[in-house]
């Protein structure tokens, strides 16, 4: 069935660091992919999507791009701060199918 | 605009005692899910509703596990009885509609513990 991987956490970086997260996907359709955030004490909100092969989907500074060839949406973001500090969850939806979670990856960001 | 709403935000029982949840979605939004997050993982689906009709429940312990949305709008899950293992963050989410493209909106989650 369709699964989503995601590197294992925790992941710790100074303020204004890189970040790559790594995302694969399994899935036997097109799927539309995404990237929650999960902020301390609070529920999941949508961070950014793409819906077909190399959408880039962006927001706050964080991009993903949907990769059919390597079935991977890594996430980046270019300089992270400490209130980028969370949970971050890679999921996929495909037509009449629920929305499939990725384990999740904690970022702390260090000042 | 409001977004989904669940109570209550935290809940400790005892194993075999019995725990309701509650969700209110976005106005509008004809789908309806609960979601299991258990610490260190990401949410699991345990239903979707689509307007007050199940689409899919196969992984909802039915032995002990029971939801319901009432008119197609607010919705309750209800554990009875509870084990150990339930212990876990309750997640309700809801979308305009169901299938690919559609954004899910979460509320803030129930915290379970079960001792």
């Known amino acids: 069935g369709d699964s989503v991987t995601q590197m294992e956490g925790p992941v710790t970086l100074s303020e204004e660091a890189f970040l790559t997260i790594n995302c694969t996907y399994t899935a036997t359709g097109y799927p539309s992919l995404f990237w929650y955030v999960q902020y301390p004490g609070e529920g999941l909100q949508l961070l950014l999507k793409a819906t077909k092969a190399d959408d880039k989907g962006s927001n706050k500074g964080f991009e993903a791009t949907y990769r059919k060839e390597t079935t991977s949406f890594h996430l980046e973001k270019g300089s992270v701060q400490v209130s980028d500090s969370a949970v971050y969850f890679c999921a996929l939806s495909d037509l009449d199918r629920d929305m499939r979670f990725g384990a999740g990856t904690r970022l702390t960001v260090k000042p | ?115």
């Open chain 2, 1 to 115: 605009e409001a977004g989904v709403a669940q109570s209550p935000r935290y809940k400790i029982i005892e194993k075999r005692q019995s725990v309701a949840f509650w969700c209110n979605p976005i106005s509008g939004h004809a789908t309806l899910y609960w979601y299991q997050q258990i610490l260190g993982q990401g949410p699991k689906l345990l239903i979707q509703f689509q307007n007050n009709g199940v689409v899919d429940d196969s992984q909802l312990p039915k032995d002990r596990f029971s939801a319901e949305r009432l008119k197609g709008v607010d919705s309750t899950l209800k554990i009875q009885p509870a084990k150990l293992e339930d212990s876990a963050v309750y997640l309700c989410a809801s979308s305009l509609f169901q299938g690919l493209n559609t954004e899910a909106f979460f509320g803030q989650g129930t915290r379970l513990t079960v001792v």
